[in-house]
């Protein structure tokens, strides 16, 4: 358990969706709650937005699109993460993370964790939930923003 003190924010909300040449699943809105640390001012809020039991289907291959909103229903941040699953064999899951950092050491602004499921042939889940990493304040516009992406290295696929 953590001794750092921290303040949870109700009110969140994920607006999901996914296109793709195959399908196109509709937009899911899923609320969720924010998690500050009090460790210091550029500390980001965390996140886990949970997903239906069942998760939410997506195409072999397309693009995850995320928005998120505030409680007052701003929106905060759409996050744009490319995706292909065409080598994934069924009964086995992955993930796949967006960074966005910024700074010399670098300093991290956003984040989103995406897990994904095949559990038969040709049928692809966003699946459990999706964790978010955002700032307590929107970025200084000099500020360079660097992207990079992470997923499994030494073994794609994992059993599932």
């Not at 397309?62 to 229903?73: E, H, I, R, Y």
């Not at 989103?112 to 970025?139: C, G, Q, T």
Request: aromatic residues 14%.
């Amino acid at each position: 358990m953590s001794t750092t003190a921290s303040t949870s924010f109700e009110g969140f909300v994920a607006d999901l969706g996914v296109s793709g040449k195959d399908l196109i699943p509709p937009h899911k809105r899923l609320p969720f709650q924010a998690v500050y640390y009090h460790v210091d001012p550029d500390t980001p809020y965390v996140g886990t937005v949970d997903l239906p039991e069942k998760g939410y289907r997506v195409p072999e291959k397309g693009l995850v699109q995320l928005t998120l909103f505030n409680p007052t229903k701003t929106p905060i941040k759409t996050f744009l993460v490319p995706y292909d699953l065409s080598g994934m064999p069924p009964l086995t899951k992955t993930f796949l993370r967006q960074k966005i950092v910024t700074g010399t050491p670098p300093l991290l602004r956003y984040a989103v964790h995406l897990r994904f499921a095949s559990p038969k042939k040709k049928r692809f889940y966003l699946y459990r939930n999706i964790r978010v990493v955002f700032p307590s304040r929107v970025p200084d516009e000099v500020e360079k923003l660097i992207l990079s992406y992470e997923g499994p290295q030494d073994c794609k696929y994992f059993p599932y």
